[in-house]
C-alpha cells in the first residue's frame, strides 16, 4: 500500500515567486491536512481538505492557498513568496476525520527554501 | 485558541536511560491526544490516546493521558540510540476534529 506521496521533495525560488505543491494521499484516505514546519515554531496547521471542501484553515494570510480534487489529491500555492516561507511543508492524509479515525499519515514533505 | 506545550524542549540521554517526555493541553472539546516520532521528515504515529483508551504500550514505549490534568506523558525504557527523534504530541478537537501539535521534544540518545 502505497504511503503519502508529496512532490517535489526539494524546491528552491526567490522572493516574489510562488510555488504549487503537490500531494497524493494514501489511497482511500479522503482528509488530507497540511502543515509547516520550522525550527522555532513546530509543526503549524495551514488547512485540511475533505471532499473538495476546505473544511478547517490554520491562521495563516492568504497567500497560502489549497484545493483537493475528485481523487483526493492535493495541491497547495504559496504566492509571492518571502524568506519566513522557507519551511518544511507537510502533507497528512487520514481516513475520515468526522469518524474519529484522526490518525494522520504523514508523507516526506517538500523542502522549501527562498532566496 | 487550542495549545498544547511539550517539555523538555530537548533532552539528552545515555543509551539505557528511561526517559519521561511531557505534554499538557488547553483545548476545546478535547476528543484524543496523539504522539508521533519524527526521525528524518515525516512523523510517524506512535500512539493515541481517548477517554476511552487512556494508556497505551508498545514495547519499551508507554504513554498515559491523565484527563483531569489535561496532560499526557510517553515514557522510553532501556533507551537506544535509534529513539533519537523529535517527538511530537498532538489534540484533536471534537467540534471540527482539527489538530493542533506542540513543538516537539528534541531526544538524542547518546551511546
Known amino acids: 500500500k502505497a504511503g503519502v506521496t508529496q512532490t517535489p521533495r526539494y524546491l528552491i525560488k526567490t522572493r516574489g515567486q510562488q510555488v504549487t505543491l503537490s500531494c497524493s494521499p494514501i489511497?482511500?484516505?479522503?482528509?488530507v491536512s497540511w502543515y509547516q514546519q520550522t525550527p522555532g515554531q513546530g509543526l503549524q496547521f495551514l488547512f485540511e481538505?475533505?471532499?473538495?471542501?476546505?473544511?478547517n484553515k490554520g491562521n495563516f494570510p492568504g497567500r497560502f492557498s489549497g484545493r483537493q480534487f475528485s481523487n483526493s489529491r492535493s495541491e497547495m500555492n504559496v504566492s509571492t513568496l518571502e524568506l519566513g516561507d522557507s519551511a518544511l511543508y507537510l502533507c497528512?492524509?487520514?481516513?475520515?476525520?468526522?469518524?474519529?479515525?484522526?490518525?494522520?499519515?504523514f508523507g516526506a514533505g517538500s523542502r522549501l527554501t527562498v532566496l | 485558541e487550542d495549545k498544547v506545550v511539550q517539555s523538555p524542549l530537548s533532552l539528552v540521554v545515555h543509551e539505557g536511560d528511561t526517559v519521561t517526555l511531557n505534554c499538557s493541553y488547553e483545548?476545546?472539546?478535547?476528543?484524543?491526544l496523539l504522539w508521533y516520532k519524527q526521525e528524518k521528515k515525516a512523523p510517524t504515529f506512535l500512539f493515541m490516546l481517548?477517554?476511552?483508551?487512556i494508556e497505551k504500550k508498545s514495547g519499551r514505549l508507554s504513554s498515559i493521558l491523565d484527563k483531569k490534568e489535561l496532560s499526557s506523558i510517553l515514557n522510553i525504557t532501556a533507551t537506544q540510540t535509534g529513539d533519537s527523534a523529535i517527538y511530537l504530541c498532538?489534540?484533536?478537537?471534537?467540534?471540527?476534529?482539527?489538530?493542533?501539535f506542540g513543538k516537539g521534544t528534541l531526544l538524542t540518545v547518546n551511546p
Open positions: 497528512a492524509s487520514s481516513l475520515d476525520s468526522v469518524s474519529g479515525a484522526n490518525v494522520l499519515t
Open positions: 489511497s482511500g484516505h479522503r482528509s
Open positions: 481538505y475533505f471532499s473538495e471542501t476546505q473544511r
Open positions: 483545548v476545546t472539546n478535547f476528543r484524543s
Open positions: 481517548t477517554s476511552s483508551g
Open positions: 498532538a489534540v484533536v478537537r471534537g467540534s471540527n476534529y482539527k489538530l493542533t
